[in-house]
């Protein structure tokens, strides 16, 4: 992980709120930020997120008002919508878990008993790049995903208001009833890796964190300039989504049902149309997908070393 400054005192931080984030945590958890902010004697605005227009606007107003440090209150989504004006900025994100998913807030920094402690401790941080996945133009900081998952996710995102992260969990069961297998072909590296049916595919920029409380794919880092493909194969169903759910593969992944590689670009192609996600939101249904790896595209503060212990 590259560091781009050592960890010193914030002067000023835009705060991005999506109020209706997960079960409308955000609303709750902002106060608790901004009397942070307040007792350091750190200048701070809020930017609101619009209902019907996502977090973009917000993060394109707190950029123009000249602020560095652009700290997200909400989920993957909501920082996702965030990623391209921060990218172009070359600002630096900081990230406040309010979401449904909190993928990206797990893996930059401890999960914390309460926001204020999280805000105290990303003040001591320094900022560090890390990689950023790309599909079809489309940004991500946590993964991208097609069939199963992505269904799962569409779901998700039309039911999960006032559930909070047991959505996840019943958008799963209710996507395992729903999904119809792909026809897939992904190449990486100049060759064809996986060319038959398949419930679903993801593609990792970080550690895998799926519902609740399954074992992620430890070795997925954000740092390394790859992409973890993880491809689902048919049959049987049942089998294969728990071993995918729980993160688990023994000896040869093909007898597994699962299909792992790791490279810098992918290309799928699915011969029906396939429902696609990017940290969580859909994006519409594609034939075709290119997904790559943008390495260390994004400044983000207080990134937690893969795999170590938190930094105080």
């Not at 409308?24 to 930020?33: C, E, N, T």
């Not at 401890?110 to 204020?116: I, S, V």
């Not at 805000?119 to 079809?136: F, H, I, K, S, T």
């Not at 946590?142 to 995102?157: C, Q, S, Y």
């Amino acid at each position: 992980m590259s560091e781009v400054s050592s960890a010193s005192a914030v002067d000023a931080v835009a705060v991005v709120l999506n109020p209706n984030a997960g079960d409308s945590s955000g609303a709750w958890v902002y106060p608790q930020v901004a009397e942070i902010l307040r007792e350091h004697g750190v200048e701070f605005a809020c930017f609101e997120t619009a209902p019907n227009r996502g977090a973009a606007p917000a993060a394109d107003r707190a950029l123009r008002a000249g602020f560095e440090d652009v700290w997200v209150v909400g989920g993957d989504g909501t920082v996702r919508q965030c990623l391209p004006a921060i990218m172009q900025a070359d600002a630096v994100l900081g990230v406040i878990a309010a979401g449904t998913s909190n993928c990206l807030a797990m893996e930059t920094g401890p999960m914390l008993p309460n926001p204020a402690m999280r805000a105290a401790w990303m003040l001591r941080q320094p900022v560090r790049r890390m990689d950023v996945g790309e599909c079809n133009g489309e940004p991500f900081t946590v993964r991208m995903g097609v069939g199963l998952e992505a269904l799962a996710a569409r779901i998700t995102e039309r039911d999960k208001r006032g559930v909070g992260p047991v959505a996840y969990l019943m958008a799963g069961i209710q996507a395992i009833s729903e999904n119809q297998p792909l026809t897939l072909t992904v190449e990486a590296d100049g060759q064809v890796i996986y060319r038959r049916a398949a419930i679903g595919a993801i593609l990792s920029n970080l550690r895998l964190h799926p519902m609740l409380s399954f074992v992620g794919r430890e070795s997925v880092r954000p740092d390394d300039g790859l992409l973890h493909a993880t491809i689902i194969e048919d049959e049987p169903i049942a089998a294969h989504f728990a071993e995918w759910l729980g993160g688990v593969t023994r000896g040869d992944p093909h007898l597994e049902g699962i299909v792992e590689h790791r490279a810098v670009e992918f290309h799928l192609h699915s011969e029906g149309a396939a429902h696609t996600h990017v940290d969580g939101e859909d994006i519409g249904v594609h034939n075709d997908l290119t997904v790559r790896c943008m390495p260390g595209a994004l400044k983000v503060r207080g990134l937690e070393p893969p795999g170590g212990t938190p930094r105080s």
